[in-house]
């Protein structure tokens, strides 16, 4: 069993408490890289997670609302809670997510980034008075906090999705109810554990429940104090979400599904683009929503750059991320792995070619998936067009640049995309017509706190990072004074 200082309850955190479970029900959490169970979290009831909602409610302020100064402090303190205790979070990151340590850690860092950008920034959500004086008034403009929020977080960032959603939750003074991924609680009860020692935040304004996603999910969706969700996962769930919520017009942010093209023409530079996706698609062991999934490269440099890649996939390491400086962990349970399988199994039916990995037949028997290189893909096989979430690296051939746009935009997702070629005129016009949130161009770099990051089409609604994501808490209510 996993022990840690910020480990001591198990539990849910309600209204400034840490809560169990009336009955004593917990649910097993494993380390994926060695399949033992490492802790048992407790999983909150219906009734538990409703009074988490009150707690919330309770927490709220509107007629004399928590000042811009407290809540600067409340972002500060856990950006420095995050800094000081960097190792132990990230330890505990990587033993029930399987990431590399060093990644695990990094994504600390990066979860403290976006306090420490929204606490910078928080002065915009100040009032303001308009310039102009329409119909004889004075117009000001405040942001209201919107109420009691629910947010609903994946496995595959278990720092990283929560930092995104509380620190702009807290700048707008918004109460909320927090449920992590079922796989990846302890990294939330680690960040609960710091907030309760090292801020002083208002019983109430957070509040953990962690168990079955449909007790919990139902509860936020039905309750009218429960005003907004912010989800971050599947597309799928965040469909049921969207139904689940119409009835009663709740503001929704989803952050959901990806699958990105990553594009290659003839004139860019291989091995800059090799190294970037190497570095893009193996990060959390390509389960990351903005993981490239098709590569699309021109059929003149396809051969070059796909020895590249071998060279490079060849040199990685898998194993315990715990251990040592491995490139790649585990995936994250069996389904994960099932589906990386399958994808490469229908590839290979359907006419690839293996260029670097295992062939299926060859692979183990444990979570630990090879990096794995095919290509001669097309869009008929799975793994152009689902989102893999594993570390297949799916190359297909491509002649013009029109025809890699409309190939890149063959999906329902938008979420981010990459091109890299030496042409700026040519890098501005494909970022254009690809309908993906996020555009790098020679760069396969994702998220970052300080610029906005979301999906277009069934990769979402909304932003994270930046100044639109710091108003994704706030509604704009307006106050023309006659005289
Ligand atoms: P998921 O199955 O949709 O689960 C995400 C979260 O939703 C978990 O906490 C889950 O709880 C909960 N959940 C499931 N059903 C629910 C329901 N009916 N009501 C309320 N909550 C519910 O996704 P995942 O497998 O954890 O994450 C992988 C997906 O997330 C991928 O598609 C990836 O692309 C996407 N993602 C997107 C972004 C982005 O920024 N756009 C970032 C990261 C990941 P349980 O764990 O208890 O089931």
Not at 171 to 182: D, E, F, H, L, Y
Not at 268 to 286: E, P, S
Request: proline share 5%; hydrophobic share 40%; aromatic share 8%.
């Amino acid at each position: 069993m996993i022990e840690s200082p910020l480990l001591e309850k198990m539990t849910g955190y309600i209204g400034g408490r840490w809560t169990d479970n009336a009955q004593g029900h917990t649910f097993d959490v494993y380390n994926p890289a060695t399949g033992k169970v490492i802790a048992q979290a407790a999983s909150m009831t219906e009734d538990e997670v409703k009074a988490a909602v009150a707690a919330g409610k309770s927490a709220l302020r509107l007629t004399s609302p928590y000042s811009i100064e407290t809540r600067r402090k409340w972002l500060e303190d856990i950006r420095d809670a995050l800094k000081a205790n960097k190792e132990e979070v990230g330890r505990i990151l990587c033993m029930e997510h399987g990431k590399p340590l060093h990644e695990a850690q990094g994504e600390v860092d990066y979860a403290a980034g976006f306090f420490d950008y929204c606490s910078k920034h928080i002065q915009a959500l100040d009032a303001h008075t308009i310039p102009e004086k329409p119909k004889d008034c004075t117009w000001t403009v405040h942001y209201r906090p919107i109420g009691v929020a629910g947010l609903i977080t994946p496995w595959n960032f278990p720092i990283g999705m929560i930092a995104k959603k509380l620190s702009a939750a807290l700048a707008a003074g918004c109460p909320s109810v927090i449920k992590p991924a079922s796989e990846t609680p302890l990294t939330m009860i680690a960040l609960f554990s710091l907030m309760d020692k090292h801020t002083d935040l208002p019983d109430g304004m957070v509040n953990l429940v962690m168990g079955k996603a449909s007790v919990i999910g139902k509860v936020l969706c039905e309750s009218p104090d429960v005003p907004m969700l912010s989800f971050t996962g599947s597309t799928e769930v965040g469909r049921k979400l969207i139904l689940d919520t119409a009835e009663q017009v709740k503001k929704l942010a989803l952050e959901l599904g990806g699958n990105a093209p990553f594009i290659v023409f003839d004139d860019a530079d291989l091995d800059a683009a090799a190294d970037n996706l190497i570095a893009n698609k193996f990060r959390g062991g390509g389960q990351t929503c903005v993981c490239a999934n098709r590569i699309f490269v021109h059929e003149k440099v396809a051969d070059a750059f796909g020895e590249k890649l071998a060279e490079r996939v060849n040199k990685m390491t898998v194993g315990d991320g715990i251990n040592g400086d491995v490139d790649l962990g585990p995936l994250i349970n069996q389904a994960g792995y099932d589906k990386v399988k399958r994808h490469v199994e229908d590839a290979l039916e359907k006419g690839a070619s293996l260029v670097a990995g295992k062939k299926p037949e060859e692979l183990g028997d444990d979570l630990f998936f090879p990096p794995t290189v095919v290509t001669g893909v097309n869009r008929d096989m799975c793994c152009y067009r689902e989102e893999t979430f594993g570390p297949l690296v799916p190359m297909a051939l491509f002649r013009t640049e029109e025809e890699v746009i409309d190939a890149g935009n063959d999906t329902e997702f938008g979420l981010a995309s990459y091109v890299f070629t030496g042409d700026a005129e040519r890098a501005q016009r494909v970022a254009a017509g690809l309908r993906f949130g996020h555009c790098g161009w020679n760069t396969g770099t994702g998220p970052t706190p300080e610029a906005p990051f979301g999906g277009m089409k069934a990769s979402g609604i909304g932003r994270e990072g930046g100044l639109e994501g710091l108003f994704e808490f706030v509604e704009a209510q307006t106050v023309p004074r006659g005289f």
